[in-house]
């Protein structure tokens, strides 16, 4: 039963997975009177714009050498173009459906729901975008992220990730810029589709923040699959390569691809781009993929005492309460941890917390990740060089061929890695760079969050033959630091 003084319980803004999970334990487990406001489609950046649709893609890509790969095990298969007009239709309806799945849990539990944007009028009213107010006892805002641009002139002329679901065709060529999980993931789907993919990143080596042998490994397999990848290098300058008559012309290729961007004034071409080392060339598309910003302008948030951040992120303390005590926050607009699943456990947490009667703080501790270039990418607790700052540790890492691709002649290396405390034996860190390391770092992660001791690996046995047996038959480290 909802507070006689307001019309909700809870009002949560905003139906992606966090905001979604909040407000239906919310209402079907503790009997609240939830309402939740999404101005967009349900489901959020993962189900609708991120996760989902690009692990698609990833699985699309990566078929491109199934077929060279099977003739090296006695398969004669044929290989034919592939088809992004009827993939791009089953992503279509698989998202519907998805989305179909959201609403109808939200229905279920009792919770009622408004197709509107919503904005706070004050500590206990949500303003919707109809000019209807509606009071709740509490507040959730879980609005998520969003890509932005460069501040560069035309940078209108290049793509963000949230469009790439929805091109009309693949471009011939296409130059992404940044340097993040989201720039090589797209740079892998794209190239595994056929595209020749140009990468510009502005820093020493690709995924900042990782560990530095592993996304070593990453870069080096990038170039290997043809991912022309340039480090130390941005962007300056573009401009429609028709505007530039003297500078290189578009091929007959990317001139009739037309590129599918389109300027404010509806003009769309292949572009051209000046970099930072003085080199200029014209592709069919950019993308930008160089960050993201919590989806919190224009809210009221500030005008009733919400403190935010620099780029915007809203500031919430262990339970995820702001400073207006009425008015909670999870997910990516607090920008803790951006990940789905870390937004789920904040939206349990705060339910726990408020209508549960029992205060539980988010763990944001020895969260495993995974990121889906080709080979993946697995990683969970510290990086060797985050390790040896804080203490001495030991090194245990092996990179091999692993036998699948090394019987088919191919020359994929894969990585697993630990990083042992030397005073407690304590595994502080586990890298795996292979295919489906995002499936192996999940059962690693539960080794790692546990605390297990090097000697604890030592002591499971083999599966044999796996990659992942590595990780319990490294028995010397290969250096310490």
């Given at each position: 039963?909802?507070?006689?003084?307001?019309?909700?319980?809870?009002?949560?803004?905003?139906?992606?997975?966090?905001?979604?999970?909040?407000?239906?334990?919310?209402?079907?487990?503790?009997?609240?009177?939830?309402?939740l406001?999404?101005?967009?489609?349900?489901?959020?950046?993962?189900?609708?714009?991120g996760?989902?649709?690009?692990?698609?893609?990833?699985?699309?890509?990566?078929?491109?050498?199934?077929?060279?790969?099977?003739r090296?095990?006695?398969?004669?298969?044929?290989?034919?173009?592939?088809?992004?007009?009827?993939?791009?239709g089953?992503?279509?309806?698989?998202?519907?459906?998805?989305?179909?799945?959201?609403?109808?849990?939200?229905?279920?539990?009792?919770?009622?729901?408004?197709?509107?944007?919503?904005?706070?009028?004050?500590?206990?009213?949500?303003?919707?975008?109809?000019?209807?107010?509606?009071?709740?006892?509490?507040?959730?805002?879980?609005?998520?992220?969003?890509?932005?641009?460069?501040?560069?002139?035309?940078?209108?002329?290049?793509?963000?990730?949230?469009?790439?679901?929805?091109?009309?065709?693949?471009?011939?060529?296409?130059?992404?810029?940044?340097?993040?999980?989201?720039?090589?993931?797209?740079?892998c789907?794209?190239?595994?589709?056929?595209?020749?993919?140009?990468?510009?990143?502005?820093?020493?080596?690709?995924?900042?923040?990782?560990?530095?042998?592993?996304?070593?490994?990453?870069?080096?397999?990038?170039?290997?699959s043809g991912?022309?990848?340039?480090?130390?290098?941005?962007i300056?300058?573009?401009?429609?390569?028709?505007?530039?008559?003297?500078?290189?012309?578009?091929?007959?290729?990317?001139?009739?691809?037309?590129?599918?961007?389109?300027q404010?004034?509806?003009r769309?071409?292949?572009?051209?781009?000046?970099?930072?080392?003085?080199?200029?060339?014209?592709?069919?598309?950019?993308?930008?993929?160089?960050?993201?910003?919590?989806?919190?302008?224009?809210?009221?948030?500030?005008?009733?005492?919400?403190?935010?951040?620099?780029?915007?992120?809203?500031?919430?303390?262990?339970?995820?309460?702001t400073?207006?005590?009425?008015?909670?926050?999870?997910?990516?607009?607090?920008?803790?941890?951006?990940?789905?699943?870390?937004?789920?456990?904040?939206?349990?947490?705060?339910?726990?917390?408020?209508?549960?009667?029992?205060?539980?703080?988010?763990?944001?501790?020895l969260?495993?990740?995974?990121?889906?270039?080709?080979?993946?990418?697995?990683?969970?607790?510290?990086?060797?060089?985050?390790?040896?700052?804080?203490?001495?540790?030991?090194?245990?890492?092996?990179?091999?061929?692993?036998?699948?691709?090394?019987?088919?002649?191919?020359?994929?290396?894969?990585?697993?890695?630990?990083?042992?405390?030397?005073?407690?034996?304590?595994?502080?860190?586990?890298?795996?760079?292979?295919?489906?390391?995002?499936?192996?770092?999940?059962?690693?992660?539960?080794?790692?969050?546990?605390?297990?001791?090097?000697?604890?690996?030592?002591?499971?046995?083999?599966?044999?033959?796996?990659?992942?047996?590595?990780?319990?038959?490294?028995?010397?480290?290969?250096?310490?630091?």
């Amino acid at each position: 039963m909802a507070d006689t003084d307001f019309d909700y319980d809870l009002f949560v803004i905003g139906g992606g997975s966090g905001g979604v999970r909040a407000a239906r334990v919310a209402a079907g487990e503790y009997g609240a009177k939830v309402a939740l406001a999404e101005d967009d489609r349900y489901g959020g950046t993962c189900v609708i714009r991120g996760c989902v649709p690009k692990k698609l893609m990833v699985f699309a890509s990566t078929y491109s050498d199934v077929v060279e790969e099977a003739r090296s095990y006695g398969w004669d298969h044929r290989q034919g173009p592939f088809d992004w007009q009827d993939f791009r239709g089953r992503l279509t309806q698989e998202l519907d459906r998805l989305e179909g799945v959201y609403r109808k849990l939200l229905a279920n539990s009792g919770v009622e729901t408004f197709d509107l944007r919503a904005r706070l009028k004050d500590a206990h009213t949500v303003e919707l975008a109809d000019g209807t107010t509606k009071t709740a006892k509490h507040i959730l805002v879980a609005t998520g992220g969003h890509p932005v641009r460069p501040d560069l002139p035309n940078a209108e002329l290049g793509i963000v990730s949230d469009d790439i679901f929805h091109l009309d065709q693949l471009p011939k060529s296409i130059l992404i810029i940044g340097g993040g999980y989201i720039a090589c993931e797209f740079a892998c789907i794209l190239r595994g589709l056929g595209v020749e993919v140009t990468q510009y990143y502005r820093g020493a080596q690709i995924l900042r923040g990782f560990d530095d042998e592993a996304r070593g490994l990453v870069a080096e397999s990038m170039r290997d699959s043809g991912i022309d990848l340039h480090t130390g290098t941005n962007i300056v300058e573009m401009a429609l390569a028709e505007d530039r008559k003297d500078g290189p012309q578009p091929t007959a290729s990317a001139a009739s691809m037309g590129a599918g961007v389109k300027q404010a004034a509806g003009r769309s071409g292949p572009v051209w781009v000046k970099s930072t080392n003085g080199g200029e060339k014209v592709f069919d598309m950019v993308l930008f993929a160089t960050g993201r910003d919590p989806s919190s302008k224009d809210m009221g948030l500030e005008e009733i005492g919400v403190t935010l951040g620099r780029r915007g992120e809203i500031k919430v303390d262990e339970y995820s309460q702001t400073g207006v005590p009425s008015v909670y926050a999870i997910g990516d607009v607090t920008d803790r941890v951006n990940l789905t699943p870390v937004a789920i456990r904040e939206g349990m947490a705060f339910v726990e917390t408020v209508f549960g009667g029992n205060p539980t703080p988010v763990d944001h501790d020895l969260i495993p990740s995974a990121i889906f270039t080709q080979p993946e990418m697995g990683t969970v607790g510290l990086s060797e060089e985050e390790a040896r700052d804080r203490e001495p540790v030991e090194i245990y890492c092996t990179s091999f061929k692993p036998m699948q691709s090394a019987f088919a002649g191919k020359s994929d290396r894969v990585l697993m890695k630990l990083v042992v405390s030397r005073e407690t034996r304590v595994v502080l860190g586990c890298h795996i760079v292979a295919p489906n390391a995002g499936e192996l770092i999940q059962m690693a992660g539960i080794a790692v969050k546990a605390k297990l001791t090097k000697e604890q690996f030592d002591a499971t046995c083999a599966v044999h033959p796996t990659m992942s047996e590595e990780l319990v038959t490294m028995r010397k480290p290969v250096r310490t630091a």
